[in-house]
């Protein structure tokens, strides 16, 4: 699944129990974990993976594949998120 949609926490929901580690910043999965739910059913709690669909660079931190505090250009993204949003939403009217 892609980074930050709350993998390892449904895990942790699922298991009643801190089975992974969480954050809310993306990488903090670093390795794929299996994880016994009962003795039917295991889970494989992985990194994020954001595949490249060709898109712009700036697209990356929209699908949070990068963290924000990592970025070099943090205006790229922002002027990508403000061209799909109508102007009345940015403006307030």
């Known amino acids: 699944g892609y980074p930050n949609v709350g ?3 449904l895990i942790n929901s699922l ?4 089975a992974c580690v969480v954050g809310a910043m993306p990488g903090v999965t670093r390795c794929l974990q299996a994880v016994q739910l009962d003795r039917h059913i295991q889970l ?8 490249d669909s060709g898109d712009p ?3 990356a931190p929209l699908r949070g594949a990068l963290a924000p505090q990592r970025l070099r250009d943090p205006l790229s993204p922002a002027c990508a998120i403000l061209r799909r949003c109508p102007l009345q939403q940015v403006r307030g009217d």
């Open 44 to 51: 494989l709690d992985c990194p994020g993976v954001v595949l």
């Open 15 to 18: 298991k009643r129990s801190r």
């Open 7 to 9: 993998k390892s926490s």
């Open 57 to 59: 660079p700036a697209a």
